[in-house]
C-alpha cells in the first residue's frame, strides 16, 4: 500500500460531549445537513446485568459528538437521521449495534456501510477496526478500554477518547475500502450485504429456565446433580438482576458446576470448591446451600433430563450434493481471492443441496442466497445439484 496515507479531517481535536436535550437537538440540527454519518454504540453487558446503550458517537467527515444517553433520554432525531435515505450510515460491524438500537428505541437505521462486511468481501486478513485502521491509515487504536463499563460516570477523558476513535476515522476509511471493492468489481455485492442489515432486529433470548442446560459441562451432571445446577443458575440471575451485574461476575459457569457435582452440605464443604473465595463462601454461603439442598429434594418426578437428540436418518444423496457444491464453491473462493465462508457458507450450500433448485430463479429465491452469488457462482451450483462435474 502506499506511504502516503490518507487524512480524516476529523483525525484532531476532541469530540463535543453531548449532555442535554437542547444540545442534542442542536447537533442533530447541524449533522442532518451532512450526506454520510458514522454512528457507533458502547454497552456494558460485560459489567451490566440489565444492559442498554450507554453511549453513543457520531462523526461527520470534520466533527465527532459523544451522546450520553443517561442524560438525553429521548432522542427522536438520531432515529430521523438514521432513517433518512439521503444520508449514509457508517458502522464498523453493525450487526449488534443495529440490534441494540431496535430493542432500546425501536429506531431502524438505512442506506447501511458497514466496513466490516466490506473488508470481508475484500479478503482482508485482518477485518477487526483495530487492524484495517492500522492497515490503511496508519492509526492505531488504544485497546485499554475495549471492556470498559460504560455505564460509569463521569467518563475518564482517555475514555471519551477512545470512544471518539471508534467513528473518527469511519468515513476516510469507508471512502478507501469502497474504491477497492469499486475496483475488484464487488461493489454490487456490497450494496447487497447492506441492504439485508436494514432488517435486522432485536431478538429476545430464549427461554431462561432451560439456559443452564446450555451451560458446557452440564451433560456430564445427571439427575439431581443437573436440579442442583438447576437451583445455583436460577439463584445467580437473580443475585444478578439484583445487584444489576454481569452474571459471570456474580459467580462463573465453571463454579456453579463444581458445586452441582460436589453439592456440600455445608460451609466448610464448599469453601473446598474451586472458585469459592472464603469472602464468596462468609457472604453467600446460606445462600448457596439453600440452592444446594432444593436441588437434592427435588421430587423424581421433577428432575431435569437432557432431551435426546433426534438424528436424521443418513441421505447419501443429499450428502454427495453438498460435496460437489462446496467443491465448486472452493474452487471459485481460490479463484476470487475469498474465503469460503463469506463466499458460500455451508448452511447456504446445505439448504441448496436439499431445495435442489432446477433453475437460477428457483435458486434466487432460496433463504440465505444473494444475487451476487447467483450471478457469480449459480450456473456450477445448478449443474453441481443435478450431479454434474
Given amino acids: 500500500m502506499n506511504d502516503a496515507r490518507p487524512v480524516s479531517e476529523n483525525s484532531r481535536g476532541p469530540a ?14 447541524e449533522f442532518g445537513n451532512n450526506s454520510l454519518l458514522a454512528v457507533d454504540t458502547e454497552a456494558a453487558s460485560f459489567h451490566r446485568y440489565h444492559d442498554r446503550v450507554f453511549l453513543l458517537q457520531i462523526s461527520t467527515r470534520s466533527r465527532t459528538a459523544i451522546i450520553d444517553p443517561l ?22 460491524d453493525a450487526d449488534y449495534d443495529l440490534r441494540i438500537l431496535d430493542r432500546d428505541y425501536g429506531f431502524r437505521a438505512t442506506r447501511l456501510f458497514d466496513t466490516r462486511l466490506a473488508a470481508q468481501l475484500l479478503n482482508e486478513p485482518g477485518i477487526g477496526l483495530a487492524a484495517l485502521l492500522e492497515k490503511y491509515l496508519g492509526v492505531r487504536l488504544d485497546k485499554r478500554h475495549q471492556r470498559a463499563d460504560w455505564s460509569m460516570r463521569p467518563l475518564t477523558p482517555d475514555m471519551l477518547e477512545y470512544a471518539a476513535s471508534d467513528t473518527r476515522h469511519l468515513p476516510v476509511l469507508r471512502d478507501l475500502l469502497r474504491e477497492r471493492l469499486e475496483a475488484l468489481g464487488r461493489w454490487s455485492w456490497a450494496e447487497e450485504e447492506f441492504r439485508l442489515l436494514e432488517g435486522l432486529r432485536w431478538t429476545p433470548p430464549g427461554p431462561a429456565e432451560e439456559a443452564y442446560l446450555r451451560l458446557k459441562g452440564a451433560r456430564a451432571l445427571k439427575g439431581t446433580g443437573l436440579a442442583i445446577l438447576r437451583a445455583l443458575y436460577a439463584w445467580r440471575e437473580e443475585a444478578a438482576r439484583r445487584l444489576d451485574r454481569a452474571t ?12 452441582a457435582e460436589a453439592s456440600p452440605a455445608d460451609v466448610a464443604a464448599l469453601r473446598m470448591i474451586k472458585g469459592i473465595s472464603p469472602d464468596v463462601a462468609t ?8 440452592a444446594v439442598r432444593a436441588g437434592l429434594e427435588t421430587p423424581p418426578d421433577s428432575l431435569p433430563v437432557f432431551e435426546r437428540s ?13 460435496e460437489r457444491l462446496k467443491a465448486v464453491r472452493n474452487s471459485a473462493a481460490t479463484r476470487l481471492d475469498l474465503a469460503t465462508g463469506v463466499l458460500c457458507p455451508n448452511g447456504t450450500l446445505e439448504v441448496i443441496a436439499r431445495a435442489r433448485p432446477q433453475s437460477l430463479a428457483e435458486l434466487a429465491e432460496l433463504p440465505g442466497v444473494r444475487r451476487w452469488q447467483v450471478e457469480i457462482l449459480g450456473r456450477d451450483l445448478l449443474k453441481a445439484v443435478k450431479g454434474g462435474g
Fill in 248 to 259: 459471570f461476575r456474580v459467580m462463573s459457569n465453571e463454579t456453579l458446576l463444581a458445586i
Fill in 71 to 92: 442524560a438525553v433520554k429521548e432522542l427522536p432525531h438520531l432515529g430521523a437521521v438514521l432513517a433518512d435515505r439521503s444520508i449514509e450510515i457508517v458502522f464498523h
Fill in 310 to 322: 433426534r438424528r436424521s436418518p443418513r441421505d447419501p444423496e443429499f450428502e454427495a450434493a453438498v
Fill in 16 to 29: 463535543d460531549y453531548i449532555a442535554s436535550a437542547d444540545a442534542a437537538e442542536r447537533l442533530f440540527r
Fill in 283 to 290: 457472604r453467600r454461603g446460606q445462600e448457596l446451600l439453600a
